[in-house]
Structures are given as structure tokens and as C-alpha cells.
């Protein structure tokens, strides 16, 4: 059977067709991409709780556990003033069932009032188990939106409107080094856009300004750690790995994590040239570059630096660290450095 491609989440697309045919009575609003979620999260609410309704119409309950009896409240309470009415459920943990009633969350779901819409919205990095039966209600019955990063080509544009609007310009090659840089979150890209155009001392945003003052991903401080180890560049790669312990915001254990991703990805595309092998066998192996022309031009790059054994050991030595950290060995933190150090 031929391989089934997951299309792309369309933000445009997903909008229009909301403001198009109106809200539906559940939504599951979910994925990494939280800005363009709160986005459409706010078009979803104005449609429902009409301006100046809000305080009789507008009900938000707050996770992780969820109080059955107040959702039940909300949903079936009747609007005043207004058509709809809207609730709106944050954070909560589906995927813990002892924090409610499966089955009373079903049957409340499965029936819903006509003026009715509940929205359930989960932060960047909750993943709701579809094994579980509350789930696959949410989904049967409702909207499930998972909001990822858009496609290169209209972050890109949306990179170059934002510094337009902090009255610089940057073109499309700059800016794509600014997503390679500081990652491809629009929350996060927002405060760098601002502070680098703060910054930049010409009417356009250079590369210069991008290094001198933007906070790098730990992705992209990762990638130039292992591009500086099959350099051999290994004071290079010994500055890296300071920096990045030194990041309270990412523990060691998910830097370890993030180490063997980019070397399972370096082996790939190694294995793809080598046997000479399309692009698509890389980006069907890792998904997350399908469309992301910048990273995937320097993950085939840097492979080149290594041979696949190195790689193939490279890729064990993260297994071998892997299983320390999770057998109560050294803390992750010294693992770290061990890895490192033998992957040197």
C-alpha cells in the first residue's frame, strides 16, 4: 500500500472555512504552534461570546483536573443576549483519566446543545493519547486542529512583514537563517524580531545582527556542536556544550535527547547518500524537514563530515547514554559531558 502523506496543517484554509461556515460545537485545539492556536482560538471565541456578551455567554475552566459538574453547567446553561455560547477548557490532562469521569465526559460531549461550543486547548508539547475512549469522542463528534509551524516559504514571508513592521527590511535568505537560528515557534521569533531589528544599525537586518544578539535554539546550537565534532573542531564543540549546560530553560536529560535526534537524522542522510538514495528517503524518515529546504541543506552537509560507522557508533553511544541516564546512573548533566567526549 502506497505511503499516505499528513498534509500540512492550513492555517488560511482552517480560518476561511470557520469564518465560512461557523463554529462547530467541540474543537480540540492542539501542537506546537501556539501563536496561530491563540489566533484562531480568539476568531473562534469572537464568533460564539458576540461582543458584549461575554460575561454571560463566555465560560473558561482551567485543567489539569476538570470539574464535570461546572463543564456541565456551562454547556448547557442557555445564552443571553447572543446566539452562542462558548467554553473554553485550558490545559486540561485528558490523558488522566482519575482526574474525571470517561464515560460522563462522553455522554456530555456526544449530546450537545445546538447554541453550544466547548473548546479544548492544550499547551505546545501535550499529546492526547487517542487510545483512550473521552479522546476519540472529541474527535468523532468535534474539530480536531493540531497547529504546527507553517510552511517555509509563508514563514518566511511572515518573518520579513514582522520586521517590516519594526520599520526594517530582511530578505528572504536572511530571514530564513533567522528561523534556522532561533527556531521556527512564532512566539519565540517574535521578542528575537524585535530586539534584532532594535539592534541592527541599517534600514536591513544582516546575518551580523542576526549572531550578535539573537538567542540561538538548542536545536541550532546542537546542530553546530555536532557539525564542530565531525570537524574535528573540538575546542568548538567543548564552547558549545558550556553554552548549552549552562541553559536552565532546556535540562540535560532533553539536550541528551536532542544529541541523539540530530545524530539519528546525520546517520540517515548519510545512508541516503551514500546508496544514493532520493531526498524524499530523508524527509520521510524525519517528517519535520519535509518542505525545509535551509536545515536540510546543512544536515546533508554536515553528514558529510562523518563516515556512516562513525555515525552508526555515534548513534550507539546515544542509545548507551540514554539507558545510564534512565537506570539511575551519573547525573544527566555529567552524561552529557561523557557523551561528548566519547563522540569525540
Known amino acids: 500500500m502506497a505511503k499516505t502523506e499528513k498534509k500540512p496543517f492550513q492555517y488560511g484554509e482552517e480560518l476561511k472555512k470557520l469564518r465560512s461556515e461557523g463554529p462547530a460545537r467541540l474543537y480540540m485545539l492542539r501542537g506546537d504552534e501556539d501563536f496561530l492556536r491563540d489566533s484562531y482560538l480568539r476568531e473562534l471565541r469572537a ?27 456551562a454547556v448547557e446553561g ?8 462558548f467554553t473554553e ?36 508539547g501535550y499529546a492526547p493519547d487517542s487510545r483512550l475512549g473521552a479522546v476519540k469522542a472529541i474527535k ?13 516559504a509563508e514563514l518566511v514571508r511572515w518573518v520579513m512583514r514582522r520586521a517590516e513592521s519594526q520599520g526594517k527590511r530582511i530578505d528572504s535568505g536572511t530571514a530564513n537563517y533567522l528561523i534556522w537560528v532561533c527556531g521556527t515557534r512564532m512566539n519565540t521569533l517574535i521578542p528575537e524580531i524585535t530586539k534584532i531589528a532594535g539592534a541592527a544599525a541599517g534600514d536591513e ?19 553546530h556542536l555536532t557539525d564542530a565534532l565531525g570537524a574535528g573542531e573540538y575546542d568548538k564543540a567543548a564552547a558549545l556544550l558550556a553554552d548549552l549546560l549552562a541553559d536552565k530553560d532546556e535540562p540535560p536529560q532533553k539536550q541528551i535527547a536532542m544529541v541523539s535526534e540530530q545524530f539519528r537524522r ?12 532520493p531526498e524524499s528517503y530523508i524527509t520521510d524518515c524525519i517528517p519535520e524537514l519535509t518542505g525545509r529546504t535551509y536545515p536540510l541543506r546543512l544536515l546533508k552537509n554536515t553528514c558529510r563530515s562523518y563516515s556512516r560507522e562513525r555515525l552508526g557508533r555515534a548513534v550507539r553511544l546515544c542509545v548507551s547514554c ?22 569525540a
Not at 461575554?54 to 453547567?73: I, K, T, V, W, Y
Not at 486542529?145 to 507553517?150: C, G, S, V
Not at 540514554?322 to 563522540?343: F, N, Q
Request: glycine share 6%.
Open 266 to 277: 546525520l546517520y540517515c542522510a548519510r545512508v541516503a547518500q551514500d546508496f544514493g538514495l
Open 140 to 152: 468523532k463528534a468535534g474539530v480536531d486542529l493540531e497547529f504546527t509551524a507553517p510552511r517555509e
Open 47 to 73: 464568533l460564539c461570546a458576540e461582543e458584549g456578551t461575554e460575561a454571560f455567554n463566555l465560560h473558561r475552566l482551567q485543567g489539569p483536573a476538570l470539574d464535570m459538574s461546572a463543564l456541565r453547567e
Open 322 to 343: 540514554d539507558y545510564g541516564m534512565k537506570s539511575g546512573g551519573p547525573e544527566p548533566a555529567e552524561l552529557m559531558k561523557e557523551l561528548v567526549l566519547r563522540l
Open 205 to 223: 537586518i544582516t546575518r551580523t545582527d542576526i549572531d550578535a544578539v539573537a538567542k540561538r535554539a538548542p536545536e541550532t546550537t546542537i546542530f
Open 78 to 85: 442557555m445564552p443571553f443576549m447572543g446566539e452562542r455560547t
Open 89 to 124: 477548557v485550558r490545559d486540561f490532562d485528558i490523558n488522566k483519566t482519575s482526574a474525571y469521569d470517561p464515560e460522563d465526559l462522553k455522554d456530555l460531549l456526544s449530546d450537545l446543545p445546538d447554541w453550544a461550543t466547548v473548546a479544548f486547548v492544550f499547551s505546545p
